[in-house]
């Protein structure tokens, strides 16, 4: 079976741009969450979705915003990048059972 | 307070001995418990989870909670080189909401 896939998997930016961050979750799977990676913060949760709902978000500002499709494939966006929006940025699919999350390669975001 | 706290380590241990990782969490609504192990560069990688109470074993690993105390950990037996990286403890809040440690950074020396 196919892991989690992630594209792109690097990205530089400058401030003010936007970005798209896509992501795959392994077959069968209907919840993906999307989290940031820094060193000074470490993983942080962005939100989750699940059949095309979101159901949980965390504590970040209205820049960052997602979205989920009939497929469970699930893109997240930032507008108005910020230098501090350097990251690693994360994304996990879990079929619910238990609630495992199989983590995807990241897509490390550069903001200049 | 984090909610989810970890010793950042590094926690040093010779090849072949036992490596203990230890969180604490402050959330008694968190129902279960992950662990990861993430090497340089790389994602988090899903060591095993727990939700009850007591011991649960896989392979070398094996993962204690305790909810009285809310504390987790992680020991890892015959630790070997390649068990090097970081560790990462997470807590379930609800809705596939993780909330991570820091991480506690593992050295096997050969």
């Known amino acids: 079976k196919a892991g989690v896939t992630q594209t792109p998997r690097y990205l530089i930016k400058t401030r003010g741009q936007q970005v798209t961050l896509s992501c795959s979750p392994i077959s069968g799977h209907r919840s993906v969450s999307w989290y940031q990676q820094t060193p000074g913060q470490g993983l942080q949760f962005l939100f989750e979705y699940f059949s095309e709902t979101q159901r949980n978000k965390g504590n970040f500002p209205g820049r960052f915003s997602g979205r989920q499709f009939s497929n469970s494939r699930s893109e997240m966006n930032v507008s108005t990048l910020e230098l501090g929006d350097s990251a690693l940025y994360l994304c996990a699919s879990s079929s619910g059972l238990n609630n495992e999350q199989f983590f995807g390669p990241g897509t490390r975001l550069t903001v200049l | 307070q984090k909610e989810v706290e970890q010793n950042s380590g590094p926690l040093s241990v010779p090849e072949g001995a036992i490596a203990s990782l230890n969180c604490t969490y402050s959330d008694r609504g968190s129902q279960s418990f992950f662990w990861y192990r993430q090497y340089s560069g790389k994602s988090p990688e899903l060591i095993m989870f727990?939700?009850?109470?007591g011991d649960k074993e896989d392979g070398r690993f094996t993962a204690q909670l305790n909810k009285a105390s809310q504390y987790v950990s992680l020991l890892i037996r015959d630790s070997q080189p390649s068990d090097s990286a970081t560790y990462l403890c997470?807590?379930?809040?609800?809705?596939?909401?993780?909330?991570f440690g820091t991480g506690t950074r593992l050295l096997v020396s050969p």
């Open positions: 997470a807590g379930n809040t609800g809705f596939q909401k993780l909330v």
């Open positions: 727990i939700y009850s109470n």
